[in-house]
């Protein structure tokens, strides 16, 4: 398969395309053996915890383990791929994510649909029909994430914008506000970084309206993010805004 059918692009309705690279199945293979490691982990706690059950009543000892291995397994990918945003433990390790196949943000029915699915993707032994959909798939996907709408890219290291992105500006609204700065590094992923900063480097070419309508789009979704005090923006635009962004989350960051 060529590398340009190994990326998924994404344009926005300004007309701005950004591209993401599918996850290998070698990384998410790896992703899967930690994950597997973590819960096995876990599991052999609970189920030890859970063994004088069967001393009360064998089978209701074993349909309680069969539940509750089926919670803590599922639960784990469905709140990890939740909360951390398409990621599990697996996933951060080997810079994975789990993302809208349109870009936009996970939501809890996608989580649960594409981990409930893993049992059929698991059939008939080894990740056999999930394996053979994702080489078939161009996109890499398995039968949870054609279901849900979901794909797995790989996040590489970001390079530092372009310290032109920022004008030489000496004043940013944001600066000292260390909680604010952590919240945004923390919540903001690397896509949605590298979309503002790339918003404002191809600045020149977007029409004006739909520049416009673009840096107000992003500059909300950051406020909201941060939790950004209207009194750090006022009286800024809302392309200062993004640009005050863009230098908080890349500039003196390791």
């Known amino acids: 398969m060529s590398a340009e059918m190994r990326r998924l692009r994404v344009t926005t309705p ?25 819960v096995s982990s876990a599991w052999s706690v609970v189920a030890l915890l859970l063994k004088p059950l069967n001393m009360i009543s064998e089978d209701a000892g074993q349909g309680v ?12 990918d469905v709140m990890m791929d939740y909360s951390w945003r398409g990621q599990t433990v697996g996933k951060r390790v080997m810079r994975l994510r789990v993302v809208d196949v349109r870009g936009l943000r996970l939501t809890f029915a996608q989580c649960v649909m594409r981990n409930l699915l893993r049992f059929i993707d698991c059939l008939p032994f080894a990740y056999a029909v999930g394996g053979i959909a994702s080489l078939v798939s161009t996109r890499g996907q398995r039968l949870g994430d054609l279901a849900a709408g979901t794909i797995v890219v790989h996040e590489a290291l970001e390079p530092a914008p372009d310290a032109a992105l920022m004008n030489g500006q000496r004043y940013n609204s944001l600066r000292g506000q260390a909680a604010l700065i952590a919240r945004l590094r923390r919540e903001a992923t690397p896509a949605e970084a590298r979309a503002a900063w790339q918003a404002l480097a191809r600045r020149e070419q977007i ?27 006022d009286g800024l ?18």
């Open 65 to 76: 383990m069969i539940v509750t291995y089926f919670v803590l397994s599922r639960g784990y």
């Open 207 to 233: 029409e004006s309206a739909a520049r416009l309508a673009l840096y107000a789009e992003l500059a909300a979704h950051f406020r909201q993010l941060g939790h950004v005090p209207e009194s750090l923006v």
């Open 237 to 254: 635009t809302d392309e200062q805004q993004l640009r005050n962004v863009v230098d908080v989350l890349y500039r003196d960051r390791a």
């Open 14 to 38: 300004e007309g701005v395309e950004f591209s993401f690279r599918i996850a290998s199945p070698v990384l998410r293979l790896g992703a899967l053996m930690i994950d597997w490691a973590l």
